[in-house]
């Protein structure tokens, strides 16, 4: 696992003003990596510093960086996806971050002070960010027991949780081409479903559209095909994190999920926010995995390390948000819907990403793997509408006394996401966002 070092020292202070502002999710300690383009231009690899982007082609063609221990890895950044920074050693890339933080110090922080800005740095407001890696395969994990159980209690009040959930993360494979960045907007699907009062099923949009919060990790350097990845190495081949929301059609899926699982009812979108925490930024954040209780069995031992024991789990907080049209309309504020946090999870990234290989699956950098819906045990913390309306009996209040069992056209999710601990600089996410828009019937 990635160690503290002079890069998380929360005395650091950037030549980028707004990066020193206490609100923001991109202070000096973050830099998180992602690829943006201007009007007309080509895709770029950027990093997040303030409410700014630090180019860092631009940098390379202005010499500004010239460690020889970065260079694998900043010359990756030529790309116009990350997949290539995702492959380069994982020293390098250490190196790369440890340069690119020297570069934005202050002169109190030791750093060069405000130097070279036009050339290098692009604000935000003017960029468009792109999905941030060529995802070649999507897995998505059902890694909350909170989740699973909410959920069976749903369909098996006597059994809500199937027998072999505590000994095997359970995942799917996902739509890959249908991934899209924050600030997209998803169109609301079509599928077939059956009504409980109708003897046959029914082709038609979704009625009961739902949003997952879930957080996402990308591979790094991959494996062959044939040789699993150890657990006690399986953070070194995690890049970084993102968030995810994973939509999801609850009728179609309840019609469709057996016997083979999910299909049409979550291929249509996932929504990704475009900035990518590497695991470095975020080694001051590491919990221990989620406690087994007396009567639960321990992980099998392609599954066990000391290493994730203690440091396995992520002090991740992850917000819901919900704005209507009508709410829009009213410059109301965003409702948050709930709250959770990653370090809840029953299963961990590395127990993850150690069970995906341990059968031969061969990883490839730029790969993304998703934790499931990111949910605790109060209902507040409940991570979809599914589970925080009990399947819409119970309805989220609005402030503006709307309500919502699921969302309706026009609604718009927002995902936030930080990482807080006493003696270090709070770091965030950025936002992953999407407005719901109608389906488009069949044409006869």
């Known amino acids: 696992m990635a160690a ?29 990596f992602g690829v943006f383009s201007r009007a007309g231009g080509e895709p770029r690899v950027g990093v997040a510093i303030g409410d700014q982007i630090l180019d860092v082609t631009a940098c390379l063609e202005a010499n500004l960086l010239e460690s020889d221990a970065a260079f694998a890895a900043a010359e990756a950044c030529r790309s116009t996806t990350l997949n290539a920074l995702m492959a380069a050693d994982r020293l390098s890339v250490s190196g790369l971050r440890l340069e690119l933080s020297r570069l934005l110090r202050d002169e109190e922080s030791g750093g060069p002070g405000a130097r070279a800005t036009a050339a ?30 909410n ?32 600030g997209a907007s998803v169109r609301r699907p079509l599928g077939q479903t059956k009504p409980a009062d109708a003897e046959t099923p029914v082709f038609g949009p979704t009625k009961l559209l ?40 609850r009728d179609i899926q309840a019609w469709e999920y057996q016997p083979l699982g999910p299909f049409l009812a979550k291929n249509f979108a996932t929504t990704v926010s475009p900035w990518v925490v590497t695991a470095e930024a975020l080694a001051p ?68 990403l150690a069970h995906h290989a341990s059968n031969g699956c061969n990883l490839r950098p730029g790969d993304l793997l998703a934790s499931g819906t990111v949910s605790g045990s109060s209902e507040d913390s409940r991570g979809c509408l599914m589970e925080r309306t009990s399947r819409g009996a119970n309805p989220v209040a609005l402030p503006n006394g709307e309500e919502r069992r699921f969302l309706q056209d026009g609604d718009e999710v927002v995902m936030r996401g930080c990482c807080r601990r006493i003696g270090f600089v709070t770091i965030g996410f950025g936002e992953c966002r999407g407005i719901v828009e109608p389906a488009v019937e069949r044409s006869h």
Request: hydrophobic share 40%; glycine share 8%; charged share 20%.
């Open 4 to 32: 503290i070092n002079e890069t998380h020292d929360p005395a650091l202070r950037s030549w980028v003003e707004s990066a020193n502002d206490p609100a923001t999710d991109f202070p000096i300690q973050n830099l998180p």
């Open 120 to 149: 290098v740095l692009v604000p935000m407001a003017e960029a468009r960010m792109h999905v941030p890696a060529d995802i070649g395969d999507y897995t998505d994990f059902y890694a909350s027991i909170d989740h699973a159980t």
């Open 151 to 182: 959920i069976g209690k749903m369909f098996r009040p006597d059994n809500p949780l199937l027998p072999n959930y505590r000994h095997v993360p359970i995942g799917y494979h996902g739509r890959a081409s249908s991934i899209v960045a924050s």
């Open 210 to 249: 739902d949003y997952e919060a879930e957080v996402g990790f990308f591979v790094a350097g991959g494996n062959r095909r044939g040789e699993p990845i150890p657990i006690a190495r399986a953070e070194d081949h995690i890049f970084g994190f993102c968030l995810v929301n994973d939509w999801s059609a």
């Open 285 to 352: 954040f590491r919990v221990p995995a989620r406690a087994r209780g007396a009567d639960e069995p321990a992980p099998l031992p392609y599954l066990f390390s000391p290493g994730n024991e203690e440091e396995g789990g992520l002090a991740l907080t992850l917000d819901v948000l919900l704005l209507t049209e009508r709410m829009r309309a009213e410059s109301a504020e965003p409702f948050r819907v709930s709250r959770g946090s990653l370090a809840d999870m029953y299963w961990t990234p590395a127990q993850m």
